[in-house]
């Protein structure tokens, strides 16, 4: 019986030893950042694909992003967080050239949404949605959503 808990303790200090190592590499790396790959995507704007995109981004990113107050995504603290993790805010994404998304292509947006990376090479957080599998329809609704910069449509 005391071999197997030194064998278990063995064990347990080698994890320890892992994630530390792990945790220490991260820190001192910080996040991976990618040579940005131009991507060739075509914008097909209609007043149906805004409407579908309307919706989409209502279930995908007002969780997140949507301040209850003005009916726009211009982010905000995220609540639910864990203590642990500090204070967090999502993102602006309306847009706002200097706060938004107004500078950003259709492309960097599509880039984003399939990969997780910005349009700086930078890798989005963890808990950014990443919709490698995205119908190319509802990538287009998405994004003819957010150009559109409508108010997000809220339940009283």
Same mark, same amino acid.
């Given at each position: 019986?005391?071999?197997?808990?030194?064998?278990?303790?063995?064990?347990? *200090? /080698?994890?320890? =030893?892992?994630? @530390?190592?792990? #945790?220490?590499?991260?820190?001192? &790396?910080?996040?991976?950042?990618?040579?940005?790959?131009?991507?060739?995507?075509?914008?097909?704007?209609?007043?149906?694909?805004?409407?579908?995109?309307?919706? *989409? /981004?209502?279930? =995908?990113?007002? @969780?997140?992003? #949507?301040?209850?107050?003005?009916? &726009?995504?211009?982010?905000?603290?995220?609540?639910?967080?864990?203590?642990?993790?500090?204070?967090?805010?999502?993102?602006?994404?309306?847009?706002?050239?200097?706060?938004?998304?107004?500078?950003?292509?259709?492309?960097? #947006?599509?880039?984003?949404?399939?990969?997780?990376?910005?349009?700086?090479?930078?890798?989005?957080?963890?808990?950014?949605?990443?919709?490698?599998?995205?119908?190319?329809?509802?990538?287009?609704?998405?994004?003819?959503?957010?150009?559109?910069?409508?108010?997000?449509?809220?339940?009283?």
């Amino acid at each position: 019986m005391k071999k197997a808990f030194k064998v278990l303790a063995k064990f347990l *200090l /080698v994890l320890v =030893l892992l994630i @530390g190592s792990y #945790l220490v590499y991260v820190s001192v &790396k910080g996040i991976p950042s990618y040579e940005v790959q131009p991507i060739s995507f075509e914008l097909q704007s209609t007043p149906e694909a805004i409407d579908r995109g309307g919706k *989409l /981004v209502g279930l =995908l990113c007002a @969780g997140c992003h #949507l301040n209850v107050e003005t009916g &726009k995504l211009s982010g905000g603290r995220m609540l639910e967080a864990p203590a642990e993790f500090g204070e967090i805010y999502s993102q602006n994404i309306t847009q706002d050239k200097q706060y938004g998304i107004g500078d950003w292509s259709n492309e960097d #947006l599509v880039r984003l949404l399939r990969t997780g990376i910005k349009k700086d090479g930078i890798y989005a957080p963890p808990y950014m949605a990443k919709l490698p599998g995205l119908a190319d329809s509802d990538l287009n609704a998405i994004i003819s959503f957010l150009n559109s910069d409508n108010d997000m449509v809220t339940a009283d």
